[in-house]
């Protein structure tokens, strides 16, 4: 006996109230995106469960992929089968017999969905429960931590039979919250961020500054991987790599040496603040932790948020290193990211960098050179790509050209 469905539980979906099918709908289309390399699968979504007819698919496989969507509480692997007393009593049996060895234990989970069904939630525990102990053996009943879990579902139709269980990754749908871009560096911090607000349901863009000669190809491939790694959590995202050189470049010429890591924060802001704009998105994600650098205590925050009143969110800014470190780990972005390639913003950093910049000196050094026109040009200059996507190998030779 073979599975033959996967069972979707929603997690904080379920409090939606009258929202919940935009919800339950934005969820569909991500597993959708997710599963479609499986080219059997049926999916049936309602408002309290969501259903995935495998078709002959490999359910194990399948259940690799659920477990990155946001969204899913948990899942099982499922038996579907007629709503009749014997045929579920026979179809449990045989689900624990796959599994079970000599001393594990069991319960049974009954749920009665549909109310005309003759037997309650209770009587199908007994039932199911003694059926399964009359002919099993070294096989005992524990209600508390049992080794198997039978879950029943009794639903208008067809009943569900399952036994292996999954965790989800929680949070909401991706695409559910809205959109918003995400400045992305190629260190620790800023991938766990993007990854961090897909959880809450963003669709992210990512937006990247690129200053050859001072960073290498090997930089850029760095972040593009990092991006890659983010879409197995979020499907495609979008990429915007920003030529910075020049930028980067007028703010030593012009700026006081311990300001030119605020104003080019703030450049930085301009640029996202920008692309945001021509995006349609609603807010700019940071990796940013409250204290972490001297560009991240809130006297400096205050001061680069100035050129700017678009939502800036700020994921991490209450963990510490080691916290984020973790979550990197977990993600698999944690290798990628410590990949010992300098990105644009550890090149120029001054060695005593102010920690509490004046937003009023900042303004009148920048003042002192049109970098909007610098701003327009990066934008103009700017290379896009979404990745996954082959069109990524030709994102050298494009971005060579412009530079």
């Known amino acids: 006996m073979q599975y033959d469905h996967i069972l979707i539980r929603y997690g904080e979906i379920s409090l939606k ?71 579920i009593k026979d179809t449990a049996l045989e689900a624990v017999k796959q599994l079970y060895k000599s001393g594990d234990t069991f319960k049974v989970s009954a749920k009665r969905a549909d109310k005309t069904f003759p037997f309650t939630s209770d009587q199908l525990n007994y039932e199911i429960g003694r059926h399964i102990l009359i002919h099993t053996e070294n096989l005992t009943v524990n209600v508390h931590e049992p080794t198997i879990h039978v879950r029943v579902e009794v639903r208008q139709g067809a009943t569900y039979i399952m036994c292996k269980d999954f965790k989800g990754a929680g949070g909401l749908p991706v695409g559910s919250s809205g959109k918003a871009m995400l400045m992305i560096s190629g260190g620790i911090d800023s991938p766990v961020a993007g990854y961090l607000s897909m959880k809450r349901g963003l669709k992210i863009e990512a937006i990247h500054f690129f200053s050859p000669p001072y960073t290498n190809e090997r930089a850029k491939q760095k972040v593009i991987d990092l991006i890659e790694k983010l879409t197995e959590y979020g499907g495609d995202i979008t990429l915007h790599i920003v030529p910075f050189t020049k930028i980067q470049e007028t703010i ?51 001061t680069i948020n100035e050129v700017t009143s678009t939502p800036i969110l700020r994921p991490l800014i209450a963990m510490d290193k080691n916290e984020i470190i973790e979550i990197a780990k977990q993600i698999d972005t944690f290798d990628i990211s410590n990949r010992p390639y300098e990105d644009c913003c550890t090149i120029f950093t001054p060695s005593m960098p102010k920690t509490k910049p004046k937003a009023d000196k900042v303004k009148k050094y920048e003042s002192y050179v049109d970098f909007e026109l610098l701003i327009q040009e990066a934008i103009e200059q700017t290379v896009t790509v979404t990745l996954p996507d082959k069109k990524t190998l030709n994102l050298e030779k494009e971005m060579d050209e412009l530079l």
Not at 50 to 68: P, Q
Not at 260 to 266: A, D, I, L, V, W
């Open 252 to 302: 030593q010429k012009y700026i006081l040496n311990n300001y030119t890591m605020t104003s080019t924060r703030r450049m930085m802001l301009k640029i996202a603040d920008q692309l945001r704009q021509k995006r349609n998105a609603l807010a700019i994600v940071t990796g940013e932790s409250l204290g972490q650098v001297a560009s991240q205590t809130l006297e400096s925050m205050f």
């Open 17 to 87: 109230g009258k929202n919940r099918n935009q919800f339950v709908e934005q969820l569909k289309r991500n597993v959708k995106q997710m599963l479609r390399s499986f080219k059997g699968l049926e999916y049936i979504a309602n408002h309290d469960r969501f259903f995935i007819k495998l078709n002959g698919e490999n359910g194990l496989d399948v259940a690799e992929k659920l477990k990155l969507v946001f969204g899913i509480q948990s899942f099982s692997l499922a038996i579907k089968t007629e709503s009749e007393l014997q045929s």
